[in-house]
């Protein structure tokens, strides 16, 4: 069983980040400035030990996403293929984005992934999500009961 568990996302928990090699976003989240950053970072984890770790955005309106996506996620000249996640977004009001959703490739396939998104459903049950997602995780959001976001490839849950 997972435990889901807020920790300062700090200089300490880059240095942890960085040590990382079997995760898709650790090298990139320890190198990023501290501005760039939620405050927290959740951590799995399963008998005491890091297993995995989720990091979340809740934004009070789409053009603070829509922003992060820009700088982050879309080059200028394919943000045209992005309309469906413009004209979704561009309204939404207190809403959760999921930037980064991790297991350590020894713990994968054990259910962590799927433990956090259960327990972030119950954090926000009412609340949006939206998840920038890579082909191969895709049937992973499916599972989820997520969404893709038109021609996107961007999913959406509630």
Do not use: C
């Amino acid at each position: 069983m997972s435990s889901i568990i807020a920790k300062p996302f700090d200089k300490e928990m880059q240095n942890t980040l960085g040590e990382i090699t079997t995760t898709y976003h650790a090298s990139e989240l320890s190198q990023k400035d501290q501005a760039e950053l939620p405050e927290n970072i959740y951590v799995i984890e399963a008998d005491e030990t890091m297993v995995g770790y989720g990091v979340i955005w809740e934004y009070a309106s789409g053009k603070q996403l829509i922003e992060k996506a820009e700088k982050d996620y879309f080059s200028d000249d394919e943000k045209y293929l992005e309309k469906d996640f413009y004209i979704d977004i561009k309204n939404k009001k207190d809403f959760v984005f999921i930037e980064a959703l991790d297991v350590l490739k020894e713990y994968e396939g054990k259910g962590h992934a799927a433990s956090f998104i259960s327990w972030l459903k119950a954090k926000y049950p009412k609340k949006r999500m939206y998840v920038y997602t890579l082909d191969k995780s895709r049937n992973f959001w499916f599972k989820q009961d997520f969404e893709v976001l038109g021609t996107t490839a961007w999913m959406t849950y509630n």
